[in-house]
C-alpha cells in the first residue's frame, strides 16, 4: 500500500492527497455512510408472483402481436402475387371483350322472359337458371380481375395504404356505375327465379292436398265412413290452396268448426229419431 501511495504521489503531486486520519475518525465516517445507504425494501407477500404472471402475460401479448404482424405480412404477400398473376393473365382488350360478353348474354336472357311473357308461354325456368349462374360467376370473375389490376397499378403508384384503399373504392363504384343496367336486369332475372320457384312451389302443394283429399274420400268410401261424419272432416281440413292462419284467425276457425259440428251432429239425431218414428226426414 506505502509502495502505491508513494507512485501516485510521484505521478500526480497536484491531484492526489494522502492524509492519515486517527480511528475514531474512520468508525465516525463509516458509520456515517451506513446511515446514507439506503434501507432495503420491504416486499408484501405474493408482489413477486403477481409481477412475475404479468412479466408472462405481456410476454404473451408481445409474441401473439407478433404472430399476428408475420400473419398479416404472409397474406399481403400472398395477396399481392396473387393479384400480380390474375391482373396479368388478361389484357385490357380480352377483359372488355368479356365485359360485353356479359352485357349481350344478360340482354338475350331478358328478351326471352319478356318474349315468353307476352306470348303468354311458360318460361323455361331450368334454362333460365343456369344461364343466370354461369353469367353470374362470369361477372364475379370480372370483378376480380379489375380489383387485381387496380392494386397492382396503386401499389405502383406506392400512394400509401389508407389512399391507396380509398382510390380502389371509388375505381371499383365507377366500374359498377358503367354496368349499372347490366346488373340491374341480372337481378331482375334473380327476381324472376325466385318467383317462378314460389309459384312452382304453391302448386305443387295445392296439389299434394288436392290428393290427400282425394285418397281420404277413397278411403273412407272404402271403410263406409258415413257422409255426414265425411263433411265434417273436410270443413275441418286445410282447404287446397288456403293459407295456414293467424293464431286469431285460428281461433275463430276452430270455434266456427265447432259449430258446425254441433250443428251436424244435431242433424243426424234428428234424421235418425224420425226414422225411428217411421217419419221421412226433412231435407
Known amino acids: 500500500m506505502q509502495l502505491l501511495i508513494k507512485d501516485?504521489?510521484?505521478?500526480?503531486?497536484?491531484?492526489?492527497?494522502?492524509?492519515?486520519?486517527?480511528?475514531?475518525?474512520?468508525?465516525?465516517?463509516?458509520?456515517?455512510?451506513?446511515?446514507r445507504e439506503p434501507s432495503p425494501q420491504l416486499e408484501l407477500p405474493g408482489v413477486r408472483e403477481q409481477a412475475r404472471e404479468q412479466n408472462e402475460r405481456q410476454r404473451e401479448a408481445r409474441q401473439k402481436a407478433k404472430?399476428?404482424?408475420?400473419?398479416?405480412?404472409?397474406?399481403?404477400?400472398?395477396?399481392?402475387?396473387?393479384?400480380?398473376?390474375?391482373?396479368?393473365?388478361?389484357?385490357p382488350?380480352?377483359?372488355?371483350?368479356?365485359?360485353?360478353?356479359?352485357?349481350?348474354d344478360v340482354?338475350?336472357?331478358?328478351?326471352?322472359?319478356a318474349e315468353a311473357r307476352q306470348k303468354g308461354q311458360a318460361l323455361e325456368i331450368e334454362k333460365i337458371r343456369e344461364s343466370h349462374a354461369w353469367i353470374t360467376k362470369d361477372l364475379s370473375d370480372v370483378r376480380e380481375i379489375e380489383r387485381a389490376q387496380t392494386r397492382e397499378m396503386l401499389r405502383d403508384a406506392e400512394l400509401g395504404r389508407e389512399p391507396a384503399q380509398e382510390m380502389e373504392r371509388q375505381l371499383e363504384r365507377n366500374?359498377?356505375?358503367?354496368?349499372k343496367d347490366v346488373t340491374?336486369?341480372?337481378g331482375e332475372i334473380g327476381s324472376t327465379i325466385v318467383r317462378e320457384d314460389k309459384q312452382r312451389y304453391e302448386r305443387e302443394t295445392v296439389e299434394r292436398q288436392r290428393e290427400q283429399v282425394r285418397e281420404v274420400r277413397e278411403r273412407a268410401a272404402r271403410e263406409g265412413v258415413p257422409r255426414e261424419v265425411m263433411h265434417v272432416l273436410e270443413v275441418s281440413r286445410l282447404q287446397p290452396g288456403e293459407q295456414p292462419r293467424t293464431r286469431e284467425h285460428e281461433r275463430d276457425h276452430n270455434e266456427h268448426r265447432a259449430r258446425e259440428a254441433a250443428r251436424e251432429r244435431e242433424r243426424v239425431a234428428e234424421r235418425e229419431r224420425?226414422?225411428?218414428?217411421?217419419?221421412?226426414?226433412e231435407r
Open 67 to 91: 404472430e399476428r404482424q408475420d400473419r398479416t405480412r404472409i397474406a399481403e404477400r400472398e395477396q399481392r402475387a396473387r393479384d400480380r398473376e390474375l391482373a396479368r393473365s388478361v389484357g
Open 8 to 35: 501516485l504521489e510521484e505521478r500526480f503531486p497536484d491531484q492526489f492527497t494522502h492524509q492519515v486520519i486517527s480511528r475514531e475518525d474512520a468508525r465516525e465516517i463509516w458509520a456515517r455512510g451506513l446511515e
Open 175 to 179: 366500374c359498377e356505375v358503367q354496368r
Open 107 to 113: 340482354a338475350e336472357q331478358a328478351r326471352k322472359i
Open 274 to 281: 224420425q226414422r225411428a218414428l217411421g217419419r221421412e226426414p
Open 93 to 104: 382488350r380480352e377483359l372488355n371483350e368479356k365485359r360485353e360478353q356479359i352485357r349481350a
Open 184 to 186: 340491374r336486369e341480372l
